[in-house]
């Protein structure tokens, strides 16, 4: 028999429903795993004794015939969102050991719904990272290995980031699926480093409520997991109005899972031009033409478009993220609660506490961010960048208006790189990782990421779609395509157990 | 801003005369039940944090919402100041660190304020009025309080006021002395108050000004300003103008040059002192706060709001100069205070509203004063005072009594028209009645009726003793008469 943590999470479901297992049984699988699997730093806090005792609670409720759509089904939530009692660091030393006294809407939204918790995944400080390498509590490894020689090489390869954590833990089998964010990619390109689906739905799909903010009109929250049908069964409880989010759209959320079936025959398929960056490796360039050769077989139509503003995008993007992280931020100021490092005075404790509590690319974003927005160069960074923001946005809406259902480009212009490889680099190098997703959180538009298949050496690499606004529904009938296509990428082995 | 100056307004420096020019940013609390952009109370005097939601604090992930009824506060703001209301504003972040400042950065509109260009009537007491420019008012955030005096070596902070809606209002620099600047915060204090949309409470904060000032020769371009900061008083507004124009005036007298800069006003020491220097001034990297969308909302809401305000001071007052026929000064003086007015009008119904604003004005609020009491504890109620202003006009009682029956009715309470009648106050008309006294006391009194006919000022005397023997209940006129008759004087 498999073992019940190898199973998706909408096998589980069912297998929940039919009384095949229990929900204390499926759970006590993955806390299994989860010990197993502690060389991979996946997860920041392990929370046993909470998935146990919510996983009787739902076995009570299915023996009742009161099932709930998620009841039993044991998750990692990426440690962004606020979990009351349960300590919330968002990868930084600055917030460690804090305990909130609220639920983020999206966590609340998953208990709500039934779902487990099993803990706190690891991510990058703060969501900023592309490499999970600048978490506070040290880095995620990937389950995958390069492929050399015909053995597995035991270079430690990362699993992106920043929710590094939840992909990492999807893909080892550590959990069913995963909350993570995105704001930049930190969705789709962990998800495609590591063979897994992620979807960042349309921003104001699902509520800030309760996450910690990195950059709030870029933020969004959405699902990893392994399989395109379990992200949307996933987003359907993540997502939904809150009056607590005044950016959150007051609408109500569709039944994803049913549009995960509905194939893509009549739909018109966009693949952007820009997107054919230099140097990007001919193996992507070649996954990303199979890609549109399935949707074609499949009954689309494929069509090249343009999205000029494209190159502008990446740049853009890292002036109005920090300049948002600089602000959101500030709260963590040693005062209120978090850590605190006495000084002479109290700009003295400030400086001590912020020194000490934010690692080195959470102080280069503030520094950026601060640089940005001062006086002088308000108007050369901030508002022009506000500027390619509003042309990027209309060269999607232009694309959509003439017709195209979605656009389909690579999640990443690479497979995962090892542990360290870029980390001493130029940290745009580390930056140039999102050339492919930044545009998206910067239109504010869904997208997903699904994995294509696997490179030379035996790396995921994973499409993109995109979406026109609120119409996940398109993205996941269009991913399941491809999903069934490639055919699930499989791990090579748990070699960390 | 180059109006033509009014010699009277300058200021006597050692070699020539000074104008002061004058800006102000009056911080009004906004009237609300909960804060601007949380559901936590504004209850004044509570504990300290007891009014404090986990927005206030900042909690990590937390979003604020706007409070509708802050922007209808604000919008009826702008109405009450004849003020352009926008339709579409933003809100704004200000950025700078403070331990009272729990986000990091005050929530405020920079570039897009709820209230654009508006204006205020200023009457002075020398009886002239100037229009004073608003120039915007927007809707902030309030920050918490550091407390210094809880323990020896910490700071404590207190977040009861961190997040409670502000309205700032910039005006015009269209103030020319200290006394122009009082009487446009007193006037903006009653605009508020009718409105509902701050309760002035300058003791409790409810009202604080930050006030530029900066002098010049009369003609000359503006002078460098300093503003001088959280000035929580009225009068300690006109004690810092003068003490900072001062300031200046030496100060370039003596072939110096201001630094703009932002001061402090120490009303114990009375000098302004320098808070932070122009190179000092915060960056504060105002941007749009991205987790609020601009607020938008459309003229029929603001046409709503309009419907719903209040008669306002200078339609009252003009009001009541036209109906009842009273001096711009005296219907200034009652329309001050809403409740004044209401109180005066009540008064007034159906009578004599000159009378009416006489006793309320000399005798009322003269008494009140004398008390320290409010007109919300005024212990005549407005139909009492008005059976007194009843009973002298139907002549029932006498000026000189009316006011020793306005006197029982204060401590004692009661119906007046009871009082006079079981006490016997009534006023005597009967001719008979004074004319017996006034025969008596010429009789008493021969060489002083000699006297009265060469001195004819002689008959207050007269009139005085009678008025005496009468217990002061003759009517006076009749008195006069009478006495004239008798004593022959023309």
Known sequence: MTELNELTLAEARDGLKAKTFSARELTQAHITAVEKARALNAYLLETPERALAMAEVSDAKIARGEGRPLEGLPLGIKDLFCTHGVVTTAGSKILEGFEPHYESAVTHNLWRDGAVMLGKLNLDEFAMGSSNETSAYGNVISPWRRRENGALSETPIVPGGSSGGSAAAVAARLCLGATATDTGGSIRQPAAFTGTVGIKPTYGRCSRWGTVAFASSLDQAGPIARTVRDCAILLGSMAGPDARDTTCADLPVPDFEAAVSRGVKGLTIGIPKEYRVEGMPAEIQKLWDEGARWLEAAGARIVEISLPHTRYALPAYYIVAPAEASSNLARYDGVRYGLRVPGKDIAGMYENTRAAGFGREVKRRIMIGTYVLSAGYYDAYYVRAQKIRTLIKRDFEQAYAAGVDAILTPATPSSAFGIGEKASADPVEMYLNDVFTVTVNMAGLPGIAVPAGLDAQGLPLGLQLIGRPFDEETLFATAQVIEEAAGRTKLPGAWWA | ?490
């Open chain 2, 1 to 490: 801003m180059n109006a033509p100056v009014n010699p009277k307004k300058l200021i006597k420096g050692g070699l020539h005369d000074w104008e002061v020019v004058i800006g102000m940013e009056i911080h009004a609390q906004v009237t609300s039940r909960s804060k601007l952009f949380s559901g936590a109370s504004t209850a004044f005097g509570a504990e300290p944090n007891d009014n404090v939601s986990l927005v206030d604090a900042a909690m990590p992930g937390m979003l604020p919402v706007i409070n509708e009824e802050c922007v209808a506060q604000a919008v009826r703001t702008g109405l009450g100041l004849k003020a352009k209301i926008n339709l579409r504003s933003v809100f704004d972040r200000k950025n700078y660190f403070y331990p009272d400042l729990p986000q990091g950065y005050q929530i405020s509109q920079y570039k897009d304020p709820i209230v654009g260009e508006g204006e205020v009537l200023v009457d002075l007491p020398d009886g002239e009025s100037i229009t004073v420019g608003i120039e915007r008012l927007h809707l902030e955030q309030d920050a918490g309080k550091s407390l210094h005096d809880q323990n020896p070596t910490q700071s404590f902070v207190d977040l009861n006021r961190s997040g409670v809606a502000l309205m700032e209002i910039v005006s015009r620099p269209d103030l020319r002395s200290s006394e122009e600047a009082r009487a446009y915060v007193t006037k903006l204090r009653t605009i508020l108050r009718y409105l509902g949309t701050c309760d002035g409470d300058m003791e409790k904060g409810s009202l604080r000004a930050d006030v530029n000032v900066s002098v010049r020769k009369p003609g000359d371009p503006l002078g460098t300003r300093c503003e001088i900061k959280n000035v929580n008083s009225i009068r300690f507004i006109g004690q810092a103008i003068e003490t900072e124009a001062r300031r200046q005036i030496a100060i370039i007298e003596d072939g110096g040059t201001i630094d703009q800069e932002t001061r402090l006003f120490d009303p114990g020491k009375g000098e302004t002192r320098s808070m932070r220097s122009k190179e000092e001034a915060h960056d504060y990297r105002y941007f749009p706060d991205p987790d609020l969308l601009p607020l938008e909302f459309d003229q029929a809401y603001v046409d709503r709001l309009a419907e719903g305000l209040p008669e306002l001071p200078d339609a009252k007052k003009a009001r009541f100069v036209s109906a009842f026929g009273l001096s711009a000064y005296d219907a200034g003086v009652l329309v001050a205070e809403r409740a004044s007015a209401d109180y005066y009008e009540a008064v007034a119904r159906g009578r004599d509203g000159k009378a009416a604003a006489n006793w309320v004005i000399n005798e009322l609020f003269g008494r009140l004063n004398k008390e320290g009491k409010g007109i919300e504890e005024t212990p005549v109620s407005a139909d009492q005072l008005g059976e007194v202003v009843d009973l002298i006009g139907e002549g029932v009682i006498s000026g000189k009594i009316a006011k020793d029956l306005f006197e029982i009715v204060w401590t004692e309470g009661g119906s007046p028209r009871e009082i006079v009648e079981t006490r016997g106050m009534k006023q005597v008309t009967d001719t008979g009645a004074i004319e017996a006294a006034v025969d008596e006391i010429i009789a008493k009194n021969p060489d002083k009726v000699a006297q009265a006919k060469e001195k004819p000022t002689l008959l207050g005397w007269f009139v005085g003793q009678t008025m005496k023997a009468t217990g002061g209940k003759a009517n006076p006129a009749a008195v006069n008469a009478l006495l004239k008759a008798k004593l022959g004087i023309a």
